[in-house]
């Protein structure tokens, strides 16, 4: 059974910093490509990143580069998400994305407000 469980959400003040987990399990983690989504109050699901299976390859949205960094650990099978001088338009549910399985996480909340 595919599980992505997600975590390290929080609310933080505007410039600061969150690094979100998420622990998979069920499939094979090393050998799959994963993702960040994340979804704004009343807005759409957007991709915040995306990582290869052996972390050769990153690819972000312009909007979020530089200030984001994904990664992963296939040795324990976990994705992270490294989010610097956050802002409030970075409020959202964050979820982790399995592409080749179509699986979702939970999601994560982050807020972001002073």
């Known amino acids: 059974q595919v599980k992505l469980v997600e975590s390290g959400g929080g609310m933080v003040q505007p410039g600061g910093s969150l690094k979100l987990s998420c622990a998979a399990s069920g499939f094979s983690f090393r050998t799959s490509v994963m993702s960040w989504y994340r979804q704004p109050p009343g807005k759409s699901r957007e991709l915040v990143a995306h990582?290869?299976?052996?972390?050769?390859?990153?690819d972000y949205p312009d909007s979020l580069r530089g200030r984001f960094t994904v990664s992963r650990d296939n040795d324990n099978n976990a994705l992270y998400l490294q989010m610097d001088n956050l802002q409030p338009e970075d409020t959202a549910v964050y979820f982790c994305y399995a592409p080749r399985l179509s699986s979702w996480g939970q999601g994560t909340q982050v807020t972001v407000s002073s």
């Open positions: 990582i290869s299976a052996s972390s050769e390859r990153t």
